[in-house]
T-cell receptor
Framework: NAGVIQTPRHKVTGKGQEATLWCEPI?????VFWYRQTIVQGLEFLTYFRNQAPIDDSGMPKERFSAQMPNQSHSTLKIQSTQPQDSAVYLC???????????FGKGTRLTVV | AQSVTQPDARVTVSEGASLQLRCKYSYFGTPYLFWYVQYPRQGLQLLLK??????VVQGVNGFEAEFSKSNSSFHLRKASVHWSDWAVYFC???????????FGQGTKLSIKP
């Protein structure tokens, strides 16, 4: 079990460019989450899939951010027209069920210059 | 609304001393509670979890936590800290209906030699 795999681990983009972050959840897990971590805001929930269906995207900025889960083995978080304030560590996580523990990947550090 | 409060942003203890990190939650119903640890430049690792049942739960590396419904608390304890415990600790509650984890702001633990 390799755990939740996130790629790339580090990404630098220029202001206005698009960034796509990838996540491979633990095999067999039905729930996938995306979080953003910054010093100022701490850990912020972005979005949540269950059995590939979007369940809760209440934390997603309405513009520029989108997440997809085209199959059970990967999810993507896309940020269009990146801005410096998007710089953060983006964490993907998965869980076997609704009330069980959640396992996190090591994160992707996004830097917008 | 559900929330988690960790009142101490920073805690410093001497190596070998006992430790308590505080966590207060606001949740309607019976919560599922977790403590995670984040070592420098790493992802979140699960320390322990509380599901309804025995209020004292044991975790990895000698950590334990006690759930109190009357105090709305889930404090983390360790009898004797080691320098390797130097990390940031997050308390979290999982929303039963929606499934997402709601985190506290974290407590940064430093160890004095």
């Amino acid at each position: 079990n390799a755990g939740v795999i996130q790629t790339p681990r580090h990404k630098v983009t220029g202001k206005g460019q698009e960034a796509t972050l990838w996540c491979e959840p633990i095999s067999g897990h039905s729930a996938v989450f995306w979080y953003r971590q910054t010093i100022v805001q701490g850990l912020e929930f972005l979005t949540y899939f269950r059995n590939q269906a979007p369940i809760d995207d209440s934390g997603m900025p309405k513009e520029r951010f989108s997440a997809q889960m085209p199959n059970q083995s990967h999810s993507t978080l896309k940020i269009q027209s990146t801005q410096p304030q998007d710089s953060a560590v983006y964490l993907c996580a998965s869980s076997p069920g609704s009330n069980t523990e959640v396992f996190f990947g090591k994160g992707t550090r996004l830097t917008v210059v | 609304a559900q929330s988690v409060t960790q009142p101490d942003a920073r805690v410093t203890v001497s190596e070998g001393a006992s430790l308590q990190l505080r966590c207060k939650y606001s949740y309607f119903g019976t919560p599922y509670l977790f403590w995670y640890v984040q070592y420098p430049r790493q992802g979140l690792q699960l320390l322990l979890k509380y599901y309804p049942g025995d209020p004292v739960v044991q975790g990895v590396n000698g950590f334990e936590a006690e759930f109190s419904k009357s105090n709305s608390s889930f404090h983390l304890r360790k009898a004797s800290v080691h320098w390797s415990d130097w990390a940031v600790y997050f308390c979290a509650v999982r929303n039963y209906n929606q499934g997402k984890l709601i985190f506290g702001q974290g407590t940064k633990l430093s160890i004095k030699p």
